[in-house]
Structure formats: structure tokens, C-alpha cells
């Protein structure tokens, strides 16, 4: 019988390059560089299978990251399963505009709202290890994908504290004393009709993490319109969107209270994530 190589799989795999390599990688356990070194070793039939099962799948259009199980963000590498949204190079953007506004609030308290995979509140504990973070999932089979990352990718001694997982909707199971210096989320934005949600990765995600089963504003609504009664004075939330809602975010923004409401755009050019400040009460204002 003829022996298989990483070399011949690859030679013979229906797969774009890239996917074909990450899936081998995955199934032998290899590094990129193996590849090239150990190509032409012999494999177990046992890997053979293995690998062409993954493939066959790929073919079918699972996604790469639910194949492997993870996917890097913000540096860290993520476990994913089919219960969490993958996480998205563009909501990195999230992540950097939530640090430049928490710059200089020592100990902040952060409100991530539709954690998924915990990506970007793990990432924010990651870069803030003074901060204190919670982490809202309607899901509770999210919720375990999401703590099984922050005990993965976290200290267990920083300063913060662990991350606090909430089961819930939105607001609706959080303590109502708790008051945050900044609320991020990267809600279900896409409107029920449209025709992604039977494209590509998204017909393998949650749907329930992509859409809001309406306009795709309904989840923003709710978040902007609980967010002032959550937010320290001066406090911020910023939010992802879609690529053509970021006037209709703003708009909700300014209707609801929120100053220096401006959208930041992707690294595509898009306007992707809109957000705005809790002015400063009235009280406080005053004595400045
Ligand atoms: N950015 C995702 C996509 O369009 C959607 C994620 C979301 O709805 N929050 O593929």
C-alpha cells in the first residue's frame, strides 16, 4: 500500500493552500516549519484518517476555527466551539478603542455584554490586568466556552480578579448597584432577511449570536438605552455594528444622552464600531 506524506495530502487536497496546511498542522500536532522539514516522513493511517475527515468536513463549509477549535484574537488563542460567534479580526478595533478610553481610570470596572467566546472581555482583562471585568451570555453553553478561555489565556493572580461570568439578557440579571467605566459589546446586528446568514461561516455560528431576528438595530437599541443608568459619569460604551449602521448607532447615541458619539472605522475603511461618553453629572460639571 502506498505510504502518505504531509506532502502528498497536500498535494492532493481539494482545499485552498492555507486551509489544507492549518488543518494537517492541527491533525499531526506540527508547526509550519515541520511541514516543509518533515514532509515526505511517512504517516500513521490513523492521522491519514484523521486528516481527511477534517477535510471532507471543510469541503462541507464547517468553518477552520470550529475544525481546530480556536482561533487567535488580540494575540491569544481562543478555544471556539459551534455554541460561540468566531471571533473577528475587526472587533480587535473594539478592544483598542475600549483600552484608549479606560487609559488612566485606575481599576476600572468593564461590562462585556454578549460574550461569546469571552474574546473580547479576556482580551481587555488580558491588556488591563488591574481591571475588574464581567462578562453577560445569554448562553450558557457560551458562558462555559468563555470561562474555559479566561482560565486558559489569564493569570490567576491579577490584580482584577477573576472574570465574572453572568447568565442573562443584556441588563436583566446583573446586579442594579453595579456601575461600570466602560460597557463594549459586539451584539446579533444582522437583520433577520439578509442573505449572509446563509454564507460561508455564518450558516455554522449561533444564529442567535448573529441576528436579532428583526431590523439588526434591536439588540443595539436595548444596550444603548440601558447603558446610561449603568455607566459611571464620564463612563464610555462603544459597540460593534454593521457596516451600514453606524448612523442609525450614533443617532440612538445622541437620543439617549451620550456625548463625543463618533464611529471608528475598520481596517476594510468601514464604520464598525460607534460609541460615545456618559456626560459628567450635572453636579459634577459644575465644580470644574
Ligand atoms: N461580524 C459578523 C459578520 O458579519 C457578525 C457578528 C455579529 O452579528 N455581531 O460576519
Excluded at 498542522?25 to 491519514?48: F, K, N, P, S, Y
Excluded at 460597557?183 to 444564529?207: C, K, M, T, W
Excluded at 446610561?228 to 439617549?256: I, K, S
Aim: proline content about 6%; hydrophobic content about 45%.
Amino acid at each position: 500500500m502506498k505510504e502518505h506524506t504531509a506532502d502528498a495530502l497536500l498535494r492532493a487536497s481539494p482545499l485552498p493552500a492555507l486551509e489544507a496546511r492549518i488543518l494537517l498542522m492541527h491533525v499531526l500536532g506540527w508547526r509550519r516549519t515541520e511541514l516543509i522539514t518533515r514532509g515526505d516522513q511517512a504517516l500513521d493511517a490513523a492521522r491519514v484518517d484523521a486528516y481527511r475527515a477534517l477535510e471532507a468536513r471543510r469541503v462541507q463549509g464547517e468553518p477552520i476555527a470550529q475544525l481546530v477549535g480556536a482561533r487567535e484574537f488580540y494575540g491569544l488563542d481562543f478555544d471556539v466551539t459551534p455554541a460561540v460567534l468566531i471571533p473577528r479580526p475587526e472587533t480587535e478595533l473594539l478592544v483598542e478603542t475600549a483600552l484608549s478610553a479606560l487609559e488612566g481610570i485606575a481599576r476600572p470596572r468593564v461590562l462585556d455584554l454578549g460574550t461569546g467566546s469571552g474574546a473580547i472581555a479576556v482580551a481587555l482583562a488580558s491588556a488591563r490586568p488591574d481591571a475588574r471585568v464581567w462578562a453577560v451570555d445569554r448562553s450558557t453553553a457560551a458562558l462555559e466556552v468563555a470561562a474555559r478561555n479566561a482560565g486558559k489565556l489569564l493569570d490567576a493572580r491579577r490584580p482584577g480578579g477573576p472574570l465574572a461570568f453572568v447568565a442573562g439578557s443584556w441588563y436583566d440579571t446583573l446586579d442594579p448597584a453595579l456601575r461600570f467605566d466602560a460597557i463594549v459589546s459586539n451584539p446579533p446586528y444582522i437583520a433577520s432577511g439578509d442573505p449572509h446568514l446563509e454564507q460561508g461561516d455564518l450558516r455554522f455560528e449561533p444564529r442567535g449570536a448573529l441576528t436579532d431576528e428583526a431590523d439588526g438595530l434591536s439588540a443595539l437599541r436595548v444596550i444603548i438605552a440601558g447603558a446610561p443608568g449603568r455607566l459611571t459619569p464620564g463612563g464610555t460604551l462603544w459597540m460593534e455594528h454593521g457596516y451600514d449602521q453606524a448612523a442609525a448607532v450614533r443617532a440612538l447615541l445622541e437620543t439617549a444622552g451620550f456625548a463625543d458619539v463618533r464611529s471608528e472605522c475598520d481596517l476594510a475603511g468601514i464604520d464598525r464600531i460607534s460609541g460615545g461618553r456618559l456626560p459628567l453629572a450635572a453636579s459634577q460639571q459644575a465644580g470644574r
